[in-house]
């Protein structure tokens, strides 16, 4: 089994829709966790940490659940720009980290 | 700020050529950094990790003669691939972070590299 696992998608949006997308890991003991998202061809870029209580930063909402193992990443009122591959980031520190294979969204006016 | 610069951005270079990529941390102290390889539409695969001043400790399966880390101060690593094949064709990342908890890993652009 993949440490972690990801829908890849893709997920085709309208601009201002909503979407939302999980993360599944397998060691429970991990501790952090981070989504980053990747554009083609380029290196990935931190879009957020998850926090145990969950976080919100601007349009983007991170979930996690530790009971299920997983994470979610929400984003509200969708922007071309946002179209991108979302990475999925999971280790027992910041140090170990385990990358998914990434979730794909397009946006389209 | 956390701004990780990786060069050369691009190497197309014949087989059996040695090729060195570096990783710098611009803006701030690097004390640990990583390299990673990825292939098309796949997840990044960690390398190797390297702590300033110490040897990398390299992932099961990867050769450490094959892929020579250099970490000799806060803000430069060096990837050297030595005797390149095109089964080293790849797209080598590094990351960056400073030292303390939740420090998340800052990504260099990038290098795609490939072997003829």
């Known amino acids: 089994r993949k440490e972690v696992e990801q829908d890849p998608g893709p997920f085709n949006v309208p601009e201002g829709a909503t979407v939302a997308f999980n993360c599944t890991y397998s060691?429970?003991?991990?501790?952090?966790f981070f989504w980053y998202r990747q554009d083609c061809r380029k290196e990935p870029k931190l879009l957020m940490s998850?926090?145990?209580s969950g976080n919100e930063d601007g349009r983007f909402t991170a979930q996690l659940n530790r009971a299920s193992q997983y994470i979610s990443l929400l984003i509200r009122d969708s922007k071309l720009s946002d179209s991108a591959t979302y990475l999925c980031?999971?280790?027992?520190?910041?140090?170990?980290?385990?990358f998914g294979a990434g979730t794909t969204v397009t946006v389209r006016a | 700020g956390a701004v990780v610069s990786q060069h050369p951005s691009r190497v197309i270079c014949k087989s059996g050529t040695s090729v060195k990529i570096e990783c710098r941390s611009l803006d701030f102290q690097a004390t640990t950094m990583f390299w990673y390889r990825q292939f098309p539409k796949k997840s990044l695969m960690l390398m190797a990790t390297s702590n300033e001043g110490s040897k990398a400790t390299y992932e099961q399966g990867v050769e450490k003669d094959k892929f020579l880390i250099n970490h000799a101060s806060l803000t430069l690593s060096t990837l050297t691939v030595t005797s390149a094949h095109p089964e080293d064709s790849s797209f080598y990342i590094c990351s960056a972070r400073s030292a303390g908890a939740n420090q998340p890993q800052h990504f260099g652009d990038g290098t795609r590299l490939s072997i003829l």
């Open positions: 060691n429970s003991a991990s501790q952090s």
């Open positions: 980031v999971v280790g027992p520190n910041d140090y170990k980290l385990s």
């Open positions: 998850v926090y145990s």
